[in-house]
């Protein structure tokens, strides 16, 4: 069974951190790019960083370069956003989820990705 779950989400101020973990299980990990996604009330979904392990690389929407970070642990199976200078407008729900190619398709673009996380809830308050 294939499963992603977030965790590490929470209330904090702005400036503050957090770090979210994705851990995931039923897949072949090392062969699939993780992508962190957002969802505030109201707006779409977002992507906000990737990490390709085959390909060794991170990619980062504008607004978070700087303040985030993403990182693998291949022994845990594991991913981690470590979200740094934490301002309001991140407050969202954030998604883990696994693409097994990217392949002509962007990174922060949902429709390369094949399974998802539950979501777990981020409140920057000012």
């Known amino acids: 069974e294939v499963q992603l779950v977030e965790s590490g989400g929470g209330l904090v101020q702005t400036g503050g951190s957090l770090r979210l973990s994705c851990a995931t299980s039923g897949f072949t990990f090392g062969d699939y790019a993780i992508g962190w996604f957002r969802q505030a009330p109201g707006k779409e979904r977002e992507g906000v960083s990737c990490?390709?392990?085959?390909?060794?690389?991170?990619y980062y929407v504008d607004s978070v370069k700087g303040r985030f970070t993403i990182s693998s642990d291949n022994a845990k199976n594991t991913v981690y956003l470590q979200m740094n200078s934490l301002k309001p407008e991140d407050t969202a729900v954030y998604y883990c989820?696994?693409?097994?190619?990217?392949?002509?398709?962007?990174?922060?673009?949902?429709?390369?990705?094949?399974?998802w996380g539950q979501g777990t809830q981020v409140t920057v308050s000012s």
């Open positions: 989820a696994a693409a097994s190619s990217l392949y002509r398709t962007n990174w922060y673009s949902r429709i390369g990705y094949s399974y």
């Open positions: 990490f390709s392990s085959r390909n060794r690389t991170t």
